[in-house]
């Protein structure tokens, strides 16, 4: 058997403080039993944390002066208390901390009608 998908997401707001992204469900995050694989919610929390503790420097850009190293995640917890089969998840990255050597973010991934569907805490130091 062979498997494949595809996880993609949108940016909708980035401030100093907080970072919203959606996420629309379709066939390539869903699991065989048609829900949205536990993974693909992870990646996306994961990845807004980042985005929030990377700040106005993007991903993907050349680092400049600024950049001081990667935000690696060094420990992530994580509780899932729904999910859906179709729609839009809505996630929410701010900060439970904002240090200079590790940060802690709190990424809540919601589904319709503001439904709690995953709440994600990650701690990220600055890798060079």
Known sequence: MEYEGSIRFSLVEQTPDRVVGEMPIHDGIKNPYGVVHVGAMLWFADILATILVFGSFRPGEKAGKGQKGF???????????????????????????????????????????????ADVTTNHILAK
Request: charged share 20%.
């Open 71 to 117: 935000p690696l995640a060094i420990t992530l917890n994580s509780n899932f208390t729904s999910n859906q089969t179709e729609g839009v998840f809505k996630a929410v990255a701010s900060f439970v901390k904002r240090g200079k050597t590790v940060s802690i973010v709190r990424t809540c991934v919601y589904g319709e009608n503001e439904k709690l569907i």
